[in-house]
């Protein structure tokens, strides 16, 4: 079974700090995804990375790609209060199935 | 707006009772997913379909059925419901399935409690 693993799943700090989170796994993965989730609301894709190595840049999120597609980490630099919620990573599987990890939920303290 | 529409917002439902979860989207998508999302289990795949008149199960399909007739409706169907379903459904929609998704559209959700 393929699995992500996310860390840290709690993460809070105050407003114009840096953060990294992490997804990673034991398996390849064809491309990648991260999401964000607001309360009461459905996941919102934030970007999708394809390429092992790639690095995707979204104003002060930048996200990477692992060389062997086995992992991927989401930078923020100077953290806001919109940033807060739940980032889920989601991998596309052997199967081209989607698979989701359970997710970091960050708060940033204004 | 363009989207997946999931309708009720919230419902409440007793044991052993049957209901629908409506779900729609109006971008033409192909592929449609239905997944729960549990407190610390993450987002699980419940069943999908690749296409009008496809369907498949996913990770969590006991308890569940679904039909796709049409590109644009892909309703999950509760059969008896037990409070082991308490939980928010997601619907969420992509142009193609894996790789040639580009991601999935999800809808706002369905937070159902079986009592």
């Known amino acids: 079974t393929q699995l992500l693993e996310q860390s840290p799943q709690f993460l809070s700090i105050q407003e114009g700090e840096n953060l990294t989170v992490y997804c990673n796994s034991s398996?390849?993965?064809?491309?990648l995804q991260w999401y964000r989730q607001e309360p009461g609301e459905g996941p919102v894709l934030l970007v999708t990375?394809?390429?092992?190595?790639e690095v995707k840049k979204l104003k002060r999120l930048t996200f990477q790609f692992g060389d062997a597609r086995k992992d991927s980490s989401l930078h923020i630099t100077a953290a806001q209060p919109g940033d807060t919620g739940l980032y889920l990573c989601?991998?596309?599987?052997?199967?081209?199935?989607?698979?989701f990890g359970k997710g970091t939920r960050l708060h940033i303290l204004p | 707006n363009a989207g997946v529409t999931q309708t009720p917002k919230f419902q409440v439902l007793k044991t052993g009772q049957s209901m629908t979860l409506q779900c729609a989207q109006d971008?033409?998508?192909?592929?449609m997913s239905w997944y729960r999302q549990d407190p610390g289990m993450g987002l699980r795949l419940i069943h999908y379909?690749?296409?009008?008149?496809?369907?498949d199960q996913g990770e969590v399909p006991n308890g569940y059925n679904v039909s796709r007739s049409t590109t644009e409706d892909f309703p999950l169907r509760l059969l008896s419901a037990a409070p082991s379903q308490t939980s928010v459904y997601f619907c969420?929609?992509?142009f193609g399935q894996g790789h040639q998704s580009y991601g999935y559209t999800f809808g706002s959700g369905t937070r159902l409690t079986v009592v």
């Open positions: 969420a929609s992509s």
């Open positions: 398996s390849v993965f064809s491309s």
């Open positions: 990375v394809v390429t092992g190595g």
């Open positions: 989601a991998g596309e599987g052997r199967d081209d199935k989607i698979i």
């Open positions: 971008m033409n998508h192909e592929y």
């Open positions: 379909s690749v296409g009008a008149g496809i369907t």
